[in-house]
């Protein structure tokens, strides 16, 4: 099934229009009401509806990189994030069921087992979630239509000027190509959703994976800055643009600390409680009122490199997960067990590291100079294979999200889009430590 969501809604309006749709919405990393095009379709075009979350029990389980896929903080982050998507949901006289189950096991039974002809996904910039979504389509009819459609990014596929093979090989190159491309503005809530699929809760199978275990809901004993759901997010969006903090970002948003020199829209981005077409109209709101600067612009510059990150981990897929990267060049750095202990208990001899990998530890978040910071010290300091690095920012960031983070990663490992840097911050080798000595 293609992603170009004017292809797929096509077909699925020219098919709805024969049939009764029952629809399966599996969400992923688009936990919202607002601006959601799978929403929206569904409203008009399904008499039945499910949706599904599957929480998996392999994201508590170490990676082959010495992490868990899903840490504390982010696991958190994404309950209070299902637990606002559900409230907003029962207003509409719908339910999100949470499953604790890996969704190509579970998926296929409840669509078999509820007569379910239609399953919606949010197109994925992971190699492993698009695996997944191929392997549940594999398993069930084939008169079950799957439609995929893009929620995460400012462009859809056919509104880019290039096909994805052709997607330029550097950011500066993307900005350009897109300079002159139109995106669709962010859409009004749906004002409507069908009635619940009832669940067939004597289904053993089905009691198993809705009743996940104690220890998932523990993490409220955290205390976070942050907190997750769509409302939440729309209420820092607003926060943020009410506030003249735009006319000054560009100024201050290499500071290592302080709540307002940068958005801190990123958690809610990466889970998709907001849209970053919502924060591009909202900016452009902004400007409209107060007037635009090279602040101002420079905040969609840089969901521009969010942009191009997503585009990147669609086109190059398991490469982003590579020791070589895209270029096909192994860099000089192995595995080190003590020096990433360290690094990941705050215990290296860098003093700044150590402050910035305890606020990480503490929070989940960490400021993007403040990741430039200790992924550098850990790839060119400590000389570590910098995909240790990036699962443990995969299990600790609240913000995770697969194509940006080892996006960054590549990029600073010298791997990736761009190594010489458009950014200001990629160091020839040997002035590797000007970055600390710079910020001590
Ligand atoms: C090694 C490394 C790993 C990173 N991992 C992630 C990650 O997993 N998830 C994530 O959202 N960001 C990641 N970033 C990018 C960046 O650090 C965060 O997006 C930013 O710090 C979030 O804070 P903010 O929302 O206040 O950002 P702002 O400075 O306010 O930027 C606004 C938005 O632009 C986007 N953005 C900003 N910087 C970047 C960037 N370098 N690349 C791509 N998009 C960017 C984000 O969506 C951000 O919310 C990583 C950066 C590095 C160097």
Redesign the pocket.
């Known amino acids: 099934m293609s992603n170009a969501n004017a292809q797929s809604l096509a077909a699925s309006k020219a098919i709805t229009s024969a049939k009764n749709v029952r629809a399966l919405y599996w969400l992923g990393d688009d936990l919202r009401l607002s601006d959601n095009v799978i929403f929206d379709d569904i409203a008009q075009h399904a008499q039945q509806l499910m949706i599904v979350y599957c929480i998996d029990p392999q994201w508590f389980k170490g990676s082959q990189y010495q992490a868990e896929y899903l840490g504390q903080h982010r696991l958190k982050f994404l309950l209070e994030s299902l637990h606002a998507l559900d409230e907003a949901l029962n207003q509409y006289g719908q339910q999100l069921h949470i499953v604790y189950a890996q969704a190509q096991l579970c998926l296929p039974h409840l669509i078999n087992t509820h007569g379910i002809n239609r399953v919606y996904r949010s197109h994925h910039s992971g190699a492993d979630e698009r695996a997944a979504w191929q392997a549940i389509q594999q398993q069930c009819d084939t008169d079950i239509e799957f439609v995929s459609c893009t929620t995460q990014t400012l462009f859809n596929l056919p509104q880019l000027p290039f096909e994805l093979d052709a997607l330029p090989p550097s950011f500066s190159q993307f900005r350009k190509r897109i300079k002159d491309s139109h995106f669709d503005a962010a859409k009004e809530q749906t004002s409507w959703l069908p009635p619940m699929v009832v669940l067939q809760v004597q289904d053993t199978l089905l009691q198993s994976w809705l009743s996940y275990p104690a220890w998932l809901k523990q993490t409220h004993m955290l205390s976070n800055v942050f907190c997750g759901g769509e409302a939440q997010g729309l209420l820092q969006l607003d926060s943020y643009f009410s506030s003249k903090l735009a006319h000054r ?1 560009k100024i201050v ?1 290499n500071e290592l600390a302080g709540w307002e ?7 809610w ?2 889970n998709g409680c907001l849209s ?1 077409r919502q ?1 591009v109209s909202a900016l452009r709101q902004f400007e409209s009122q107060h007037g635009a600067n090279e602040s101002s612009q420079w ?1 969609e510059y ?2 521009l ?2 942009e ?2 997503h585009w990147y981990g669609h086109k190059f897929n398991n490469k982003l997960f590579c020791f070589s990267g895209i270029s096909g060049n192994k860099p000089l750095t192995s595995f080190y067990a003590q020096r990433l202990q360290a690094w990941k208990s705050a215990t290296t001899p860098f003093a700044l590291v150590n402050a910035l990998m305890t606020q990480l530890n503490q929070t989940g ?4 100079r ?3 910071i ?2 550098s010290c850990l790839i060119h300091e400590l000389q570590c294979d910098w995909r240790y ?2 699962a443990y ?2 299990q600790q ?1 609240i ?4 194509a ?2 080892w ?3 590549q ?2 490992a010298g791997v990736g889009a761009d190594p010489r840097g458009g ?1 200001g911050l990629i160091l020839p080798s040997n002035s590797k430590l000007t970055i600390l000595k710079a910020n001590l």
């Not at 020199?261 to 958690?267: E, I």
């Not at 913000?399 to 697969?402: G, K």
């Open positions: 970002y948003r020199h940068s958005t801190k829209f990123s958690p981005l990466a970053a924060v905040i840089e969901l490199w969010r191009y990150f978040y960490m400021s993007n403040g990741r430039q200790v992924a690095g990036a920012f995969q960031l913000d995770y999200d697969v940006i983070n996006g960054n990663w990029y600073l950014d």
